[in-house]
């Protein structure tokens, strides 16, 4: 069983340079999920989806766009990189439903910004 | 909006001995979820224990327990008999489960790394 699986898992970017985070997964979870990861201040929520061709904003959506062409997909885009974006960004996915299950999350992506 | 504190950066025990890791929490809500993750060297987020709101029994999962203080809005973890592989980062996560508005989004706090000693 894949899960949740990101691609790229390292990556080094010139301030300036564009790239695109790619996460799959495999278990048909309806929502989807960017989180970044700093030091001493937790997980938080970059953007989200809560099907197929539909995103949202979370709580630092600045700098990023993402997309959900397919349910199974979920890209993370910087169009122009910042050395504030030198982050461990993580995906996850989870059930639609009245009643929360649980989050799987990818092994993250640790991206540094020169 | 939601916030999730734990004031303990860093916390260190001794192999064999118990650990508690603090969380509190802030919320209006009275319908949610609260987790504790592990996030060992490879990163990877494991789910460790969880908790509903509307259960009064603290979870227990093995050597991992919680005490949950719902008035209080405190969420701790406990550790018994800690092993060398429980060193990681762990996070205390929120999710309000109101109906379908939360759309599974988690609030973390900012995490505690443990160290065991041999």
């Known amino acids: 069983n894949a899960g949740v699986t990101q691609t790229p898992k390292f990556r080094v970017l010139k301030t300036g340079q564009s790239m695109t985070l790619l996460c799959a997964q495999d278990?048909?979870?309806?929502?989807m999920y960017w989180y970044r990861q700093d030091p001493g201040m937790g997980l938080r929520l970059i953007h989200y989806?809560?099907?197929?061709?539909?995103?949202a904003k979370g709580e630092v959506p600045d700098g990023y766009n993402v997309s959900r062409l397919k349910k199974q997909n979920f890209l993370l885009g910087l169009e122009s990189a910042a050395p504030s974006q030198t982050s461990v960004y993580f995906c996850?996915?989870?059930?639609?439903?009245?009643?929360?299950?649980?989050?799987?999350f990818g092994q993250g992506t640790r991206l540094t910004v020169v | 909006a939601q916030t999730v504190t734990q004031s303990q950066p860093e916390m260190s025990v001794q192999e064999a001995e118990t650990v508690t890791l603090s969380c509190t929490y802030d919320?209006?809500?009275?319908?949610?979820?609260l987790f504790w993750y592990k996030q060992p060297p490879s990163r990877q987020m494991i789910l460790v224990i969880r908790?509903?709101?509307?259960?009064?029994q603290n979870a227990t999962e093995n050597r991992f327990s919680v005490n949950f203080q719902k008035a209080a809005k405190s969420f701790s973890l406990k550790i018994s008999d800690s092993q060398l592989g429980d060193t990681a980062m762990y996070s205390c996560?929120?999710?309000?489960?109101?109906?379908?508005?939360?759309?599974?989004?988690?609030?973390f706090g900012q995490g505690t790394i443990l160290t065991v000693h041999p």
């Open positions: 996850a996915s989870s059930s639609a439903g009245t009643t929360y299950t649980e989050a799987f």
């Open positions: 278990m048909n979870h309806e929502y």
């Open positions: 989806s809560v099907g197929e061709g539909t995103t």
């Open positions: 919320t209006s809500e009275s319908n949610y979820y």
């Open positions: 908790q509903e709101a509307y259960k009064q």
């Open positions: 996560a929120f999710i309000n489960n109101a109906g379908g508005t939360s759309y599974g989004k988690l609030t």
